[in-house]
T-cell receptor, first 112, second 115 residues
Framework: TQLLEQSPQFLSIQEGENLTVYCNSSSVFSSLQWYRQEPGEGPVLLVTVVTGGEVKKLKRLTFQFGDARKDSSLHITAAQPGDTGLYLCAGESPGGSYIPTFGRGTSLIVHP | DAGITQSPRHKVTETGTPVTLRCHQT?????MYWYRQDPGHGLRLIHYSYGVKDTDKGEVSDGYSVSRSKTEDFLLTLESATSSQTSVYFC??????????????FGPGTRLTVL
């Protein structure tokens, strides 16, 4: 069973601070997705990374896929209260199984 | 936003009663999934479907069954609900154009309480 470890599990910061959350595995993934889930709602897809070393930016969010495609990071610049939520990473094993492996998530609270 | 709805959104039931949750999509996506989400466990796959009448078990399938008679509907049934099945249930859909990605679109969830 492939496992995705996310860290930190919880993060509480003030508005304007920067932060990085991590998603790590000992297995290789053909693609990795990041989702954000707000309280009482379902997860919403933020980005998919596919190529080792790939960097994608979504406004103040920067996503990076590790060179070996075993890990990923999400960096948020100048966090805002609207960034509050549970950040989940999910990886798909090579071969296209359509059964993603989800990490347990990082719960982020950004205080005004 | 992907057109995916779940019903009911909230349900309270008693131990031993059958419960059916419905997931409906308007996207004509091939793959549909049922997850449960619990504190400390994250999202866990219950069952999934890769086409009409084609379903398979996930990691926590005991006590659950599914059916997919139409592309747009995926039903999750708890044959005899137990308190351990109190959870938030999410349906998800996906359709890969390249065969390599699995970008999932989630429904709003159903909060189930079994007393």
């Amino acid at each position: 069973t492939q496992l995705l470890e996310q860290s930190p599990q919880f993060l509480s910061i003030q508005e304007g601070e920067n932060l990085t959350v991590y998603c790590n595995s000992s297995s290789v993934f053909s693609s990795l997705q990041w989702y954000r889930q707000e309280p009482g709602e379902g997860p919403v897809l933020l980005v998919t990374v596919v190529t080792g070393g790939e960097v994608k930016k979504l406004k103040r969010l920067t996503f990076q896929f590790g060179d070996a495609r075993k890990d990923s990071s999400l960096h948020i610049t100048a966090a805002q209260p609207g960034d509050t939520g549970l950040y989940l990473c999910a990886g798909e094993s090579p071969g296209g199984s359509y059964i993603p492996t989800f990490g347990r998530g990082t719960s982020l609270i950004v205080h005004p | 936003d992907a057109g995916i709805t779940q019903s009911p959104r909230h349900k309270v039931t008693e131990t031993g009663t059958p419960v059916t949750l419905r997931c409906h999509q308007t996207e004509n996506h091939r793959y549909m999934y049922w997850y449960r989400q619990d504190p400390g466990h994250g999202l866990r796959l219950i069952h999934y479907s890769y086409g009409v009448k084609d379903t398979d078990k996930g990691e926590v399938s005991d006590g659950y069954s599914v059916s997919r008679s139409k592309t747009e509907d995926f039903l999750l049934t708890l044959e005899s609900a137990t308190s351990s099945q109190t959870s938030v249930y999410f349906c998800a859909i996906s359709e890969s154009m390249t065969g390599e990605y699995n970008e999932q679109f989630f429904g709003p969830g159903t909060r189930l309480t079994v007393l």
